[in-house]
C-alpha cells in the first residue's frame, strides 16, 4: 500500500540555520509528491509539488526539494529558516486523485 | 477572491450525537474533498464530491456521509459521534477532480 513516513515528529533549529526535513514514500509508480505547511489553527498551504521533469523543486517561502528515486525520499531544504517558518510540515504523494499525508514534523524555530 | 470557507470553525458535542460540517469551495472549483486530521497525525481523505455525486471514498465508516449542492458547496455529517471522531476536518476544493488542492483552515469537532 502507498505510504508516506516523515522520520522525524519535531526538530528545532535556530534562527538562520539551515534546515532539511526528511520524507519516504511507498509507492509504485512515479510518485507526485507535495510539501505543505500547517500554521496553528491554519488549514494547508502548498509549499511545491513534483510531477516529473526536474528533480529540484523550487517553491514559495524560499523552501525547495529534491526527488531522489532510488532512496524514496523527497526532502525538503531551505537554506537559511526565518522564524515565522515555525509550523507543522506535511510531505504527501497522491495516488487516484486523493492525497497520502505523513504524519508531520514540527519545526520549532529559535532566535 | 475568497479562499476555501469552512463552518463551524468550532464546535463540541457528546457522544451519539450527529454533526454536521459546512463547505463553500473556492470560486471556479467544482470538486470538493474532506478530510479527517486527528491531533498529532497527518490528515486522512474521507471522500470526495463532484457533479454532486460522491467520486471516491477513503476508509472511513458508513457513518460519515457527505452531499454536494449545485452551487458546488458541500456538507459532512457524522453520525453516532464516537470520542474518537474528534479531530479537525479539512475541507479542500479543485477545479477538477484532478486538479491542485487548496485546503480551508478547517471545523475542529470535539466529542465529549
Known amino acids: 500500500a502507498q505510504s508516506v513516513t516523515q522520520p522525524d515528529i519535531h526538530i528545532t533549529v535556530s534562527e538562520g540555520a539551515s534546515l532539511e526535513l526528511r520524507c519516504n514514500y511507498s509507492?509504485?509508480?512515479?510518485?507526485?509528491l507535495f510539501w505543505y505547511v500547517q500554521s496553528p489553527g491554519q488549514g494547508l498551504q502548498l509549499l511545491l509539488k513534483?510531477?516529473?521533469?526536474?528533480?529540484l523543486v523550487q517553491g514559495i517561502k524560499g523552501f525547495e526539494a529534491e526527488f531522489k528515486r532510488s532512496q524514496s525520499s523527497f526532502n525538503l531544504r531551505k537554506p537559511s529558516v526565518h522564524w515565522s517558518d515555525a509550523a507543522e510540515y506535511f510531505c504527501a504523494v497522491e495516488n487516484t486523485d486523493k492525497l497520502i499525508f505523513g504524519t508531520g514534523t514540527r519545526l520549532q524555530v529559535f532566535p | 477572491d475568497a479562499g476555501v470557507t469552512q463552518s463551524p470553525t468550532h464546535l463540541i458535542k457528546t457522544r451519539g450525537q450527529q454533526v454536521t460540517l459546512r463547505c463553500s469551495p473556492k470560486s471556479g472549483h467544482d470538486t470538493v474533498s474532506w478530510y479527517q486530521q486527528a491531533l498529532g497525525q497527518g490528515p486522512q481523505f474521507i471522500f470526495q464530491?463532484?457533479?454532486?455525486?460522491?467520486?471516491q471514498r477513503g476508509n472511513f465508516p458508513d457513518r460519515f456521509s457527505g452531499h454536494q449542492f449545485p452551487n458546488y458547496s458541500s456538507e459532512l455529517n457524522v453520525n453516532a459521534l464516537l470520542l474518537g471522531d474528534s479531530a479537525l476536518y479539512l475541507c479542500a476544493s479543485s477545479q477538477t477532480p484532478t486538479g491542485e488542492l487548496f485546503f480551508g483552515e478547517g471545523s475542529r469537532l470535539t466529542v465529549l
Open positions: 509507492y509504485g509508480a512515479t510518485p507526485y
Open positions: 513534483y510531477f516529473s521533469g526536474d528533480t
Open positions: 464530491y463532484y457533479e454532486e455525486e460522491e467520486r
